[in-house]
Structure formats: structure tokens, C-alpha cells
């Protein structure tokens, strides 16, 4: 292997997202689409957090929240912590929509695991689940979810 295991993962990754991945669903741009998946489950993000994630001006992000709220997928709501702030919600049709759109196709997926030995398999779910929940302590998530509202 050449490089660190970080570039061997990357390009890992890579290999596996150009063989796998699926098209943009129709129903969403992809400014949508990326919003939507920014917004946890059980948590609220701030309308300016999405702008500075998504690299967006605050006032594209602002219209691709309208979007989505006009179609019942996102809804503002009152931050607890400090209830002058608003912050994006999902809403359950846009916790439903998250939950059935994949980044790979699942069919695809599917048959290629099929593919490897069940102890191979085994062992590359356990370990895609370790470096997950490191990933997630290393983005300093935390459990249950979070406001991950800033100020704006």
C-alpha cells in the first residue's frame, strides 16, 4: 500500500461510490438534496450552519429551505436554547424522504457483498461501524442529537 491509510481508504472509497452510486433522485435538485441530508433526524440545524456546510450563500440556502418547506419536508422551529433563533427541521415526510433516498444503490450493494466470504463481510461491516463511530466522535457529535444552531 502506498501512502497512509487515510489516501488508501479515499481511494477505497472512490472505487466503491464510481461503481455503486446511483443517480440524483428526479424529485430533488441537488442543493435539495444535500440540505435535506444535512438536517439530523432528531436535532435542528440554523439557516446560516447549512449555508456556511453546503458552501452556499445564505440566501440560496434560505430558497432551497423554502423549497423544501413548500413541499412539507423541512419546517423551522424555535431554537430551545434560545428561543428568538430559528432553526430547519425535518419534518416526518422529510424524515421518510431522507430515510429512503441512498447514495448507493442498494441492489448494487447488495450483490456485490453477496460477493465476499461471510467472514470478510463480517468483518468489513464491524469495521465500517468502528470507524463510523469514530468518525462521529471525531466530528464531535453526540448521541441522541444535537442543535447545531450558530448565530444567524
Known amino acids: 500500500m502506498k501512502?497512509?491509510?487515510a489516501e488508501h481508504f479515499e481511494t477505497l472509497y472512490r472505487r466503491?461510490?464510481?461503481a455503486l452510486n446511483r443517480p440524483d433522485a428526479p424529485d430533488l435538485s441537488q442543493h435539495e438534496r444535500?440540505?435535506?441530508h444535512h438536517v439530523p433526524a432528531d436535532g435542528a440545524v440554523s439557516l446560516t450552519w447549512l449555508a456556511e456546510h453546503l458552501a452556499l450563500p445564505k440566501s440560496t440556502?434560505?430558497?432551497v429551505v423554502k423549497s423544501l418547506g413548500r413541499r412539507g419536508f423541512v419546517e423551522r422551529a424555535r431554537d430551545p436554547a434560545d428561543e428568538r433563533r430559528l432553526a430547519i427541521v425535518l419534518t416526518e415526510r422529510g424524515k421518510a424522504r431522507v430515510g429512503e433516498?441512498?447514495?448507493l444503490d442498494p441492489e448494487a450493494?447488495?450483490?456485490a457483498l453477496a460477493k465476499l466470504s461471510p467472514p470478510v463481510?463480517?468483518?468489513l461491516l464491524d469495521g465500517m461501524?468502528?470507524?463510523a463511530a469514530a468518525a462521529e466522535a471525531v466530528a464531535g457529535k453526540k448521541e441522541g442529537g444535537a442543535w447545531h444552531t450558530t448565530a444567524g
Request: net charge neutral; proline share 0%; hydrophobic share 50%.
Open 109 to 111: 450493494l447488495k450483490v
Open 3 to 5: 501512502g497512509s491509510a
Open 121 to 123: 463481510r463480517a468483518g
Open 129 to 131: 461501524e468502528q470507524l
Open 61 to 63: 440556502a434560505s430558497m
Open 101 to 103: 433516498d441512498t447514495v
Open 34 to 36: 444535500q440540505l435535506l
Open 16 to 18: 466503491v461510490w464510481g
